[in-house]
Every structure is written in C-alpha cells, then in structure tokens.
C-alpha cells in the first residue's frame, strides 16, 4: 500500500492571535476616532453646552427695604422664601410631573402641564411656597424642575398699622399704602450676574455683599408701636363697646407734630390680605365727615380773636330751640344765658352759632383756610382726602350758623388733628410728620409754622377745654388722676343719603394733654355707635385710656397697665387670659446685616428652635411656615419662645417671641 501525504500544519494560534490583534486595532482607532471627533470636531459645541447647562446670565435682584418705627420696631421687611420654576425642554414628561407637581402645591394639574408644554425656555409654576411644600418639590428630583430663592413681604407686627403699610404684589411691587407711596425709597436695584447651578439646577450665588449692594433703602416712621397699639386697642374697645361700624385713632406730639399712632378699624392684616379683603382702606387718610362739636374751639378761638366775644360775654341760648332762616336749632339741654366759656364747656349748638353770625362768613372762612381745612395736609398718601369747604359765595345765613357748631363742613381725621396740634401749640401751626427718615434720603425741608391765633387767644380757649373734662362739662370721663386734661366732645348727625340728617351718629373726641404744657393730642372718631351715640360717652374714655398709656411711658405718670395702678395690675397678669388681652410688643431693634450663619429651619408639624437668633433670622425661620409673630422685650436676640421648639403647632400658628440684649450689650 502507498503511504498518505501529509502537508505541512496550519498555525491556529497565529490566526487567533492576528484576529485578536485586528479587533483591538479597530476599537482603538474607533475610540481614538471619536475622541479626535467630540475633541476636536464637535469640542468646542459641546463645551458651550456644558457651560450653559452649569453657568448662566441672570437678572438678580436685592432685597426690599424694611420699613420701622421711630424706635427700630420692624413693621415690613423681606424674608427668602421658595418659588418653583421649570425649563420645560428639560422635563421628559410633563403629563406625570404636572400631577405630582400638583398635589404638592394645590395647582390644576391641567395648568401646570399647559405651562410645561408652552415651548418657553423658563415658565413659572408656583411663587412664593411653605418650606413644607418647597421640601416636597425637592425630593421629587423631576429634572427640568427647580426651586428658585425669592424675597418675600412680611409684616411681622400683624394688624399694626395695616391699613397705613399698606402692601406688595407677588413681584413685591408696592401697591397700596406707604408701601407704594415709598416704591422708589424701598424698591431693590437689579444686575445681571453671571452665576453657577448646581447639577440640580440650584443658583450658586451672587455674594450676601453684592444683594445687600442691590437692597432698598429703609423707611422710619414717626409711629411709636407701643403708643400705636395702646391706641388699637382702645379704638377696638370703642367700636365693639359701642356696637359701632368703624372707627379712627390718631396720636400726635406736640413739639414736633410727628404720627406717633394711626389707628383704624375693623383691622386690616397685610400677611392675610385675601381674607381681609375690603378692610384695608386708609379710613384715616380717605374718609370726610362732618365734624359735629369738636369744630367749636377754632370757631370761638377765630371770635376771640377778632374781638367779637370776649370770655366774659354771656349770650341767651334760646332755652334750647332757636330758628335761622326757618331752619331749626337745638341744645340737648334748654339752656338760658351762658357765659362764653359754659356754651364751650355745655356745647351749646346756640350759642356757638350766635357767636359764628357775629364773626361773619368772611372772617370765618379765612381762619378755615388758615387752619388747613379744605386742602389735604400733604402727608405722604396719595388718597388723602381735602375735605370740603363749600365757596363762601354760597353761604346763606344758616350755612354759616351750621358750620359754626359743626355741620355743612367735611374734614378729615388729619386735618382734625392737625387743627387741635394748632391750639396746642398756643395758636402756631406746624405739618403733620408721618417719615422720619429714609436712610439720609431728604424728603423736604420742615414748612415754616404759621402763626393762626394769639398766644392768649389759643391759651383762653385750652382752658375752655380744661373745663370740658376738669369741671361739669361733657368730657369728665376722660379725667386722669394727677393730670389736667383739656379736650371737646362732638356728637354729629349723619347725612342721609335720602337727604338731611338720620339717626346715625358720629361719636368722637379729641384731647390736649397735659393742657398746662402740651405733650400729646390724641383724637378718636366713632362711626355709627348703636349703645350711645355721645361722644363724651363713647369716645373720651377711651382717649383717657391712650392718654394714661402716653403719659406713662413718658415717665409723667406711675406706670399702669390697663388703666390700673401696678398693684391692681399684679393680680391681672397671674391670669391666664392677660396675655390674650395685653397685646402691646416692645421694640424690636433693626437687624443686623451680614449674618450669613445657616439657620435651622422647621417642618411642617414641628415648631422650630429660633432662640439665640437675631429678630431677621427667626423671622426667615417662621414665616415661610406659615406661622403669625408678637414680639416682647427690648433686644435683639430670642430669649423664649412659646410654643416651646419641637411641640406641636398651634390653632393658627401663632408664635410669641421674647427678646433679650445680645451678650456683651451694655
């Protein structure tokens, strides 16, 4: 047999081996390939991409200025809070993070999605949310969704002055108040700022330096809080006390004719502007009436001083009834001949509109318009009111009998004021002052006084008032022990809308204290009381009530609370009830700024612990939690806080703060 052939052997391993060698020869030249591709060829895209995903030019904007009393009490200011904003070409599925994004903020789910799909590179979704709600949002991760940092208005006072604040829109625009008659003091500057986002989309920066370069400037009021809340709280007594509509306070230094208390009611709280919709209207500032009795001081004085009556002149009184050109007169009272200083001190209609004819229209008219009556005051309020002073053309002979004792003459509750600061200051008229300063800002020179009555003729009249309250005149319940009071009720008909004069009244009463040496002019307005329509009886004690309070605190009398010696008041402040019922803070001081230190914030069942923070920080930590604020003590820094921190809230959030002097404070 023949022997088979047999060739050489193929080399697997050098085929194995070359193949291995092509693969990994490929894939490197496939890598290096798409390296020098998305290096080199698409690199410099792809870089702009990524520094628009992480940097980016924004308009940021500082935070709007505070507005505080004459003592630092903070009654606006700004705290950061959430907004929830979208780059809905980022968000994969608008229809799912439109419902979850909906049961958290308690928006439409509809809405949110129709905002989603707008094809608007950025959309807002909700503004200004609880930090409850803005930790729902962040745990959701949706990307595309993103929590931006915005200022938020606060009033942390409450219904103090409320309806004089007045308030912001959601961009924190002023729109009422002073907080729109001061826009261009306290709105915050704007700059584009290129700045960093996280890999959530969270801003990083700008500097804490370069938004407090961007802030508002603050606003001091002449406001006194502790006076302005003496004077709600005895306004609120008045108006409840008296079944009545509404009603006006006023209180006013006489050395310097500075606001140290403006008061309306029912009260306006800015924080719940929805729910208090329709009480805040600036009845002080808006409102005219017919002022009733409390004219007659300025029509005696203008007598006085024309020499028409002196003190000692008597005038007959018609024994109560008396007609003038067929239309009739009457006293309360049938009151025979009075001596001049008696029909100040009775208020007798009668009387004052004999003495108003002998005066005669023009040279009544002239000390109107020399008392400011019939023009605003110029307060810094674009709604207030002139009043209304009919041409003396048209005065008849019981149009001026009428607006002797009060009737056919609209005022204003500044003008009022600023009539009795007139004889206050022995016969010398000043402005009125509502600003203090806006930071160095000039808000114009002081006017020059204007002298409207003599020296005598102005101090006769006060102790024609003295004798209102001090003797058997109609102001007795606004006696204080120890301290001599002068002041005019007035008990004015309102007009009838049907014509004439209803059964509806306006109980008021305006005051002097001390007479002797005037501090203080305080001036309360009832609207509408139903239990007693006199305003001896309505309104003077309560106006005594601020006066005590005044008096107080200006070291002129013994402390009291309440209206009741320190011994009285012990008792009261062992019950439960008394924090309820004294609702008077002391001052908080102006913030520290540059404080960058993290601050706890709570949830949304528990109260967070705000002791040891400044006044600002604890607001920044409440706030945004819903929660409403008083404020006691004369510092800082929280001291005490109730409720205690980590309880359960309360009904209605509310959160009272004690403040203590920061360590080291002299």
Same mark, same amino acid.
């Given at each position: ?50 520094q628009a995903q992480h940097w980016t030019s924004e308009q940021i904007s500082g935070r709007r200025g505070a507005i505080m009393d004459r003592?630092?009490?903070? +009654? ?18 608008? =229809? ?55 200022? =938020? ?37 704007? /700059? ?72 309306? !009611? ?71 001949? +009075? ?41 810094? +309020?674009?709604?207030?009111a002139a009043g209304l002073v009919k041409p003396l053309s048209s005065w008849r002979k019981v149009e001026q009998a009428n607006i002797s ?13 600023? =009539? ?13 002052? +509502? ?56 008990? =004015? ?11 509806? !009244? ?71 009830? !008394? ?47 819903? /929660? ?39």
């Amino acid at each position: 047999m023949a022997k088979a052939k047999t060739g050489p052997k193929r080399d697997w391993f050098r085929v194995k081996a070359l193949f291995v060698a092509v693969f990994f020869a490929s894939v490197l030249t496939a890598a290096w390939g798409r390296a020098y591709w998305l290096q080199v060829v698409q690199g410099p895209e792809l870089a702009r991409k990524a520094q628009a995903q992480h940097w980016t030019s924004e308009q940021i904007s500082g935070r709007r200025g505070a507005i505080m009393d004459r003592n630092g009490v903070l +009654l606006a200011t700004s705290v950061n809070v959430a907004s929830v904003s979208a780059r809905p070409a980022e968000v994969a599925d608008p =229809a799912q993070a439109a419902v979850r994004l909906g049961k958290i903020l308690g928006i439409s789910p509809e809405h949110i999605a129709r905002q989603l799909r707008s094809g608007r590179k950025f959309v807002w979704i909700a503004r200004k949310i609880s930090d409850a709600q803005a930790q729902a949002v962040r745990e959701l991760g949706i990307a595309g969704i993103f929590l931006e940092n915005e200022s =938020a208005r606060q009033y942390p006072q409450g219904v103090v002055a409320g309806q004089l604040l007045g308030f912001v829109d959601v961009d924190g625009v002023g729109i009422e108040g002073l907080e729109r008659e001061f826009e261009s003091v306290l709105k915050p500057s704007q /700059a584009k700022f290129t700045v960093q986002r996280d890999a959530q989309g969270n801003r990083l920066g700008p500097s804490p330096a370069d938004l407090e370069a961007l802030s508002g400037r603050a606003l001091q009021l002449t406001l006194d809080v502790q006076v302005q809340v003496a004077a709600e709280e005895a306004l609120e007594r008045a108006v409840l006390g008296s079944q009545a509509k509404s009603g006006m306070c006023m209180v006013v230094d006489v050395a310097t004719g500075e606001i140290l208390a403006w008061a309306n !009611y029912p009260f306006f709280n800015p924080n719940m502007r929805s729910k208090d919709r329709g009480q805040w209207r600036n009845r002080i500032a808006t409102d005219i009436f017919e002022p009733g009795s409390i004219m007659k001081p300025f029509v005696m004085a203008a007598a006085l001083e024309e020499r028409v009556c002196s003190p000692t002149q008597s005038y007959f009184c018609e024994n109560g009834q008396w007609s003038v050109a067929g239309k009739r007169i009457k006293d309360t009272h049938a009151y025979g001949s +009075l001596p001049v200083n008696k029909i100040l001190r009775y208020s007798s209609n009668i009387g004052m509109a004999k003495i108003g004819l002998e005066l005669g229209g023009p040279r009544l008219r002239k000390y109107l318009d020399a008392l400011g009556l019939g023009k605003p005051t110029g307060l810094p +309020l674009s709604g207030e009111a002139a009043g209304l002073v009919k041409p003396l053309s048209s005065w008849r002979k019981v149009e001026q009998a009428n607006i002797s004792f009060g009737q056919g003459i609209g005022v204003t509750m500044p003008q009022m004021m600023q =009539a009795y600061l007139t004889l206050a200051r022995e016969g010398e008229r000043i402005p009125l002052r +509502l600003v203090r300063d806006a930071e160095n800002a000039s808000l114009g020179a002081p006017a020059e006084p204007i002298r409207v009555f003599s020296r005598q003729t102005a101090r006769t009249v006060l102790n024609m008032l003295a004798e209102v309250v001090e003797e058997d005149g109609t102001g007795t319940l606004a006696r204080i022990q120890g301290v001599r009071v002068g002041g005019k009720t007035g008990t =004015a008909q309102k007009a009838s809308a049907q014509g004439g004069y209803g059964s509806d !009244y306006l109980a008021s009463f305006f005051a002097v204290l001390p007479v002797d040496q005037p501090r203080y002019v305080v001036g309360m307005v009832v609207d509408t009381p139903r239990t007693s329509h006199y305003g001896g009886v309505v309104a003077a004690p309560e106006v005594r009530n601020v006066g005590v309070r005044l008096l107080t605190l200006a070291g002129m009398l013994q402390p009291m609370v309440d209206g009741k010696l320190l011994a009285e008041a012990a008792s009261l402040q062992s019950k439960p009830e !008394y924090m309820q019922r004294t609702k008077i803070s002391a001052a908080v001081v102006k913030p520290q700024e540059g404080t960058q230190e993290k601050i706890p914030s709570g949830n949304a069942t528990e109260v967070p612990d705000v002791r040891g923070l400044t006044v600002r920080e604890a607001l920044e930590v409440l706030v945004p939690c819903g /929660a409403t604020l008083s404020v006691a003590g004369s510092g800082s820094v929280v001291e005490r806080q109730l409720p205690v921190a980590g309880g359960s809230w309360p009904e209605g959030k509310e959160v009272r703060l004690w403040l203590a002097r920061e360590p080291g404070d002299g």
